[in-house]
């Protein structure tokens, strides 16, 4: 019974961790990208209000918050981080852009973010 419960942890605890490599990888290409001069970045950031000077803050904090997310003993404060910018880019999707299929994805990361984060709060 004891190895059975040990079994189930470490492979709760593999899945977690491929999770937060998966997010740190989502939000480094993100991040970086926020800092080209796509036509999208510039028309969403644009739409939003704020200036282009929100795009590179937004650039910063997601790939810091990948960087972080994959120091074990920073991964609550990095999940925290990137989930609250999550909860940002959906009242932008729901009250600004409009909802679509991008809306999903940010949905999707979101969740992940918030499994990453209950599992690893201290």
């Not at 470490?10 to 290409?29: N, P």
Request: with cysteine.
């Amino acid at each position: 019974m004891a190895d059975s419960i040990a079994s189930k942890s470490s492979r709760r605890g593999a899945l977690i961790w491929t999770m937060q490599i998966l997010l740190a990888a989502v939000f480094l290409f993100e991040g970086i990208d926020k800092f080209s001069e796509r036509r999208l970045w510039l028309r969403i950031f644009d739409e939003i209000g704020f200036g282009q000077w929100f795009r590179y803050f937004a650039g910063v904090v997601e790939i810091s918050g990948a960087l972080t997310l994959l120091i074990p003993k920073a991964t609550f404060v990095a999940a925290g981080m990137l989930a609250s910018t999550m909860i940002g880019a959906l009242l932008v999707h729901v009250l600004v852009i409009g909802v679509g299929p991008q809306t999903i994805v940010v949905g999707i990361l979101l969740l992940m973010l918030c499994t990453v984060l209950k599992s690893s709060y201290p």
